[in-house]
């Protein structure tokens, strides 16, 4: 019997000192991994760059990154793996959300849908 593939996020800090094409290159190469070992992303929110709340190897600020993806458990290990390899990725975390967790997240985003959808203003057309 084949488990359904399980939701996962990951945040990860990618050492900010780097060029914005560095860091581009570090997060595809995440999601290739992902990708590589039967994942699947459904959603990359690049947050910057941040100061962090105390120094890691010496450094005072991040660049945060949050993928939320599908995949089959071994493809954790792969990914935690490539994480501690890749030495300009400062820190990361790789949380499996429950239905309850995906409920809440389902709930936030309509409602800021629908307050955008209330803000909105109608078009009106002036001469």
């Not at 780097?18 to 595809?28: G, N, R, S, T, Y």
């Not at 459904?42 to 993928?67: C, D, F």
């Not at 990914?79 to 501690?84: G, V």
């Amino acid at each position: 019997m084949k488990h359904e593939p399980r939701i996962y996020e990951t945040v990860f800090i990618v050492n900010a000192n780097l060029e914005d094409a560095q860091i581009e290159v570090i997060i595809e190469k995440t999601k290739d991994v992902i990708l590589k070992y039967g994942g699947e992303i459904l959603a990359v929110e690049k947050w910057g760059r941040r100061r962090l709340a105390y120094a890691i190897k010496k450094k005072n600020n991040g660049y945060y990154t949050l993928i939320e993806f599908k995949a089959p458990g071994d493809a954790l290990t792969r990914l935690n793996r490539f994480f501690q390899l890749e030495e300009e990725v400062m820190r990361h975390l790789v949380l499996q959300l429950d239905k309850k967790a995906l409920k809440a997240k389902e709930v936030a985003l309509k409602a800021a849908a629908d307050a955008a959808a209330a803000v909105e203003p109608t078009a009106t057309v002036s001469e």
